[in-house]
């Protein structure tokens, strides 16, 4: 239990009724919030309180509501997922703000994540990404090699396995000034690449990722790294270093 009171809060939300609508910032009090509480568990209190008032909850994203899904995508006091690091929204506590803030609470601002309601974005171009190549094609005749029985070295499990750890929320994106979707796609493609069940696929794989990428409008990387220190997961640069070496490798064997 945290030793602090309860705190009361002036809330500025992006309210936007559709896709279309202009949207706008507005003013929103709550009252005797529990430093112990989540910062999605604080939204719940406000959205109770207006449907009690009869007026229409604020739409946010969620499911798990630990760490898990990347669902949860708030833009909080400029900082995607708010002023923790390495946590999720979901995460995030009443303990980090104090009696009388002012919070403000924005959707992930992007081109290739459209803002379909309040807080919600479209992130459906995440999904494309993917389906155009973050997944490995595996025998299922019922002979399928026991993966344990295929050495790999400690180094590149541990890599393969922290890229692995991305969940897709695109706070990488929300935090990039050129709105980029670098780490991400890069922590999709060394998660396999590093592994010797990725490397049948390699080449289309990090090919075909690259080109949806771009299709989708996401931004150029710059190397600015912000997206590094917002990322909930820790998802490391070095994993842009193996993509572009990837893309490299797999454009020239592709034109010899
Ligand atoms: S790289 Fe990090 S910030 Fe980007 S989608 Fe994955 S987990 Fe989220
Ligand atoms: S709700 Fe699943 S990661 Fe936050």
């Given at each position: 239990?945290?030793?602090?009171?309860?705190?009361?809060?002036?809330?500025?939300?992006?309210?936007?009724?559709?896709a279309q609508?202009?949207?706008?910032?507005?003013?929103?009090?709550?009252?005797?919030?529990?430093?112990?509480?989540?910062?999605?568990?604080?939204?719940?209190?406000?959205?109770?309180?207006?449907?009690?008032?009869?007026?229409?909850?604020?739409?946010?994203?969620?499911?798990?509501?630990?760490?898990?899904?990347?669902?949860?995508?708030?833009?909080?006091?400029?900082?995607?997922?708010?002023?923790?690091?390495?946590?999720?929204?979901?995460?995030?506590?009443?303990?980090?703000?104090?009696?009388?803030?002012?919070?403000?609470?924005?959707?992930?601002?992007?081109?290739?994540?459209?803002?379909?309601?309040?807080?919600?974005?479209?992130?459906?171009?995440?999904?494309?990404?993917?389906?155009?190549?973050?997944?490995?094609?595996?025998?299922?005749?019922?002979?399928?090699?026991?993966?344990?029985?295929?050495?790999?070295?400690?180094?590149?499990?541990?890599?393969?396995?922290?890229?692995?750890?991305?969940?897709?929320?695109?706070?990488?994106?929300?935090?990039c000034k050129?709105?980029?979707?670098?780490?991400?796609?890069?922590?999709?493609?060394?998660?396999?690449?590093?592994?010797?069940?990725?490397?049948?696929?390699?080449?289309?794989?990090?090919?075909?990722?690259?080109?949806?990428?771009?299709?989708?409008?996401?931004?150029?990387?710059?190397?600015?790294?912000?997206?590094?220190?917002?990322?909930?997961?820790?998802?490391?640069?070095?994993?842009?270093?193996?993509?572009?070496?990837?893309?490299?490798?797999?454009?020239?064997?592709?034109?010899?």
């Open positions: 239990m945290s030793e602090k009171k309860d705190m009361d809060l002036t809330l500025k939300i992006w309210r936007q009724k559709d609508d202009k949207g706008q910032m507005v003013n929103y009090p709550v009252k005797s919030i529990s430093p112990d509480s989540s910062f999605l568990e604080m939204l719940d209190v406000l959205n109770e309180d207006l449907v009690n008032k009869g007026d229409e909850p604020v739409a946010f994203d969620h499911d798990c509501r630990e760490g898990i899904c990347g669902m949860c995508s708030l833009y909080i006091n400029g900082e995607a997922h708010g002023p923790d690091r390495k946590v999720t929204t979901c995460q995030l506590h009443m303990r980090k703000f104090k009696d009388g803030d002012t919070i403000t609470i924005e959707p992930w601002r992007a081109n290739a994540f459209p803002v379909l309601k309040d807080l919600v974005v479209d992130r459906s171009s995440f999904d494309r990404i993917q389906q155009a190549g973050g997944f490995i094609s595996v025998n299922t005749s019922g002979n399928t090699q026991d993966a344990n029985a295929i050495p790999i070295s400690k180094i590149d499990a541990d890599n393969a396995m922290d890229a692995a750890t991305c969940i897709g929320c695109g706070a990488c994106v929300a935090t050129n709105a980029s979707a670098m780490l991400f796609v890069s922590a999709k493609v060394a998660q396999f690449s590093l592994l010797p069940q990725g490397k049948v696929e390699r080449k289309e794989r990090v090919l075909n990722m690259v080109h949806q990428m771009d299709l989708e409008g996401f931004g150029n990387c710059t190397n600015t790294g912000a997206c590094e220190v917002e990322c909930p997961k820790g998802i490391s640069l070095e994993n842009i270093a193996i993509m572009n070496t990837e893309y490299l490798k797999a454009s020239i064997s592709k034109k010899a």
